[in-house]
């Protein structure tokens, strides 16, 4: 359930960057997977994949990163580095 909940806060982040550009199409997504966030790149990317379904980022393209550093203060988050809307 974890996940689900760090996939609904990236969206609204997304949303909120997607509304305040004034755009309908996010084209690009970079985040970081916290090293104790218990997702695989493979299983965000599904995740993500549904979440953003019907949204502005359905057809994002997704660049992730796995951070490695445990004690990282965002160890158990999905960190949003980026996004890229259309012009």
């Known amino acids: ?10 969206m609204r982040k997304i949303t909120s960057v ?8 996010v084209v690009s997504i970079r985040v970081k997977l916290g090293a104790l966030c218990h ?16 949204t502005v980022a359905e057809e ?3 660049e992730i990163e796995v951070m490695t550093d445990e004690t990282d203060p965002n160890a158990q988050e999905i960190v949003l580095e980026s996004v890229e809307i259309e012009v």
């Open 39 to 54: 997702l695989s790149p493979h299983h965000f990317r599904e995740h993500f994949t549904h979440a953003a379904r019907g």
């Open 18 to 25: 997607a509304q305040e550009q004034h755009t309908e199409k």
């Open 60 to 62: 994002a393209q997704l």
């Open 1 to 10: 359930m974890h996940e689900l909940s760090l996939l609904s806060d990236l």
